[in-house]
């Protein structure tokens, strides 16, 4: 590799937190992995998160319903009050890809919702 490129990715490294270079390679590959996951619409696993104003007339019972057409998809959800308006909720999420997003923009295009992001990570079997 050239020197140039090996120092950049020396200073890269360092200020995530790596001590050697295999470790950060070691991630950079797992990431790869996990992408080509969920390009070929294999089984992930994730999260969707989002926030909304739970006084807006019919959003909360909206969202449950998408929630419970998506059963199949969702491990677990958690409930957070935020503060008087706000709910954060955080829907733990394992399936096929395509599926999962579906969820995850079912869920995010909801009028009321403000914000939304869809983490997306593995199972944890093809990055051993
Ligand atoms: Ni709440």
């Known amino acids: 590799m050239e020197n140039r490129l090996l120092e950049k990715y020396d200073?890269?490294?360092?200020?995530?937190?790596?001590?050697?270079?295999?470790?950060?390679?070691?991630?950079?590959?797992?990431?790869?992995?996990?992408?080509?996951?969920w390009e070929e619409d294999n089984e992930v696993a994730g999260a969707v998160t989002f926030v909304y104003d739970h006084h807006q007339r019919g959003l909360t019972s909206r969202l449950t319903d998408i929630q419970h057409d998506y059963q199949g998809l969702i491990i677990s959800t958690q409930h957070i009050h935020l503060d008087h308006d706000n709910c954060l909720e955080i829907v733990a999420v394992r399936g096929r890809a395509r599926e999962v997003q579906k969820l995850a923009h079912a869920l995010q295009s909801v009028k009321g919702v403000r914000h939304g992001t869809l983490?997306?990570?593995?199972?944890?079997?093809?990055i051993e």
Not at 18 to 34: F, G, H, M, P
Request: net charge positive; no cysteine; glycine share 6%.
């Open 119 to 126: 983490s997306m990570t593995s199972t944890g079997r093809s």
């Open 11 to 37: 200073r890269l490294i360092k200020r995530k937190g790596y001590s050697t270079r295999s470790e950060a390679l070691r991630d950079l590959i797992r990431q790869e992995l996990v992408r080509k996951e």
